[in-house]
């Protein structure tokens, strides 16, 4: 070895063994702030439990006695401002997130975390330009950061930037390993059908197909895919129908107006009820099956028939108030009621609410349709029929 090699080589341990030390250094600063006082407060364990019994507003009051007492505690700033926007208090929050932003001390991970939740402050509160700036800023500190990478996906989602929205998400799924196949379907849906609002059919079906490539239990890109074949193909159209119920026997019922269509462009309507047929013999339940044949029944003249259909599906859901508004319609059509009854189930057809209740299995948010994304939790696929209940949804 040369001189100059060899000194270049103890240059080199001699620099390690300096950086070695400034990092044990800071290890130590960093361990020491990492075990602080304000852990041994009896507020914070309080804090902490009101937490976890989920109640929300006795751990604000007991964490901020903490922050009163130790008032350098980032942890605690931190649950506590994202416990101020939780209950609705955005501007505390972002006001808690500004405090602990203006600090010299935070590490690197620290920093970006807070200005991600800043982001995610401005975002609930509204403030939409603000919050992406600050998710940005949170992006320049540490590119990697889930919390700011999420929170622009969602930011791109409720300005409806589908093909922004789909990019991050395909990001998000490859740092952290996880198959989001389900949601980037979604959102190729939603890219598609801004293909057809823009008259790009070609465009629109590949979005569609691709979607389900993604994940076959995508069911409004089977609907929609579908919906772009009908008229060209619409062979092809109730085959993709067919293959959604094979897919999603659950969601079955929200294919029946499009494959009832399909099946009539065929010019073979009678094999609505036969898929009626089959799908009641896989679960004598289903009531929306019997409710379609009854439909189809009723409208080619058969009342009667329609009618004991009926009788046999409330027998399993005599709950189902669907169900009930079909029968008063069947009594009307075997003209059995008199003009007080015929009133009557005018009255009822108008004012019922909730005939056809779904809920989104994430926040309870309830709705008289199925919805894809649900406007409260902005999650996807989570809206199941609500006399199901959770265990048949998909999360
Ligand atoms: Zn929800």
Do not use: K
């Given at each position: 070895m040369t001189d100059t090699g060899l000194l270049a080589v103890l240059v080199a341990t001699a620099a390690g063994a300096l950086a070695g030390g400034a990092w044990a250094a800071g290890r130590r600063k960093a361990g020491e702030r990492q075990r602080p006082a304000f852990r041994s407060s009896p507020h914070y364990t309080e804090g902490l439990h009101c937490l976890a019994t989920g109640q929300l507003e006795t751990a604000i009051h007991e964490l901020g006695k903490v922050l009163r007492e130790h008032e350098d505690a980032v942890e605690v700033q931190q649950v506590l401002s994202h416990l101020y926007r939780e209950v609705g208090q955005v501007e505390r929050a972002i006001e808690i997130h500004r405090e602990l932003l203006a600090r010299r001390d935070l590490t690197r991970a620290e920093r970006a975390y807070a200005q991600a939740s800043l982001g995610t402050d401005y975002r609930k509160a509204g403030f939409l330009d603000r919050a992406a700036q600050a998710y940005a800023l949170a992006l320049d500190v540490d590119p990697r950061n889930l919390h700011a990478l999420t929170g622009q996906q969602k930011l791109h989602e409720e300005q409806r930037q589908w093909r922004e929205a789909y990019e991050i998400q395909t990001r998000l799924a490859r740092m952290r390993k996880s198959d989001d196949g389900l949601v980037l379907g979604f959102l190729q849906v939603e890219m598609g059908r801004e293909a057809l609002r823009s008259g790009r059919k070609d465009a629109a079906e590949e979005a569609f197909r691709t979607a389900l490539s993604l994940d076959r239990r995508v069911f409004p890109a089977h609907l929609a895919l579908a919906g772009v074949?009908?008229?060209?193909?619409?062979?092809?159209?109730?085959?993709?129908?067919?293959?959604?119920?094979?897919?999603?026997?659950?969601?079955?019922?929200?294919?029946?107006?499009?494959?009832?269509?399909?099946?009539?462009?065929?010019g073979e309507p009678s094999r609505f009820a036969a898929l009626c047929e089959r799908l009641v013999g896989q679960d004598p339940r289903d009531f929306r099956a019997r409710?379609?044949?009854?439909?189809?029944?009723?409208?080619?003249?058969?009342?009667?028939?329609?009618?004991g259909l009926l009788l046999r599906a409330l027998e399993a859901n005599p709950h189902i108030l669907l169900v009930h508004l079909e029968v008063w319609r069947t009594l009307r059509a075997l003209r059995v009621l008199g003009p007080d009854e015929q009133r009557y189930v005018a009255t009822v057809e108008e004012s019922a609410l909730y005939v056809d209740p779904h809920i989104c299995t994430v926040c309870r948010y309830r709705a008289d349709d199925m919805l894809w994304r649900c406007p409260h939790c902005h999650e996807w696929n989570t809206f199941v029929e609500e006399r199901v209940g959770p265990a048949a949804g998909t999360r």
């Open positions: 074949l009908l008229e060209r193909d619409p062979r092809r159209a109730a085959q993709v129908l067919e293959d959604a119920i094979a897919a999603a026997p659950e969601r079955a019922y929200l294919a029946f107006a499009a494959l009832q269509g399909a099946y009539a462009a065929m409710l379609a044949l009854a439909r189809q029944l009723r409208e080619g003249g058969r009342a009667a028939e329609a009618l």
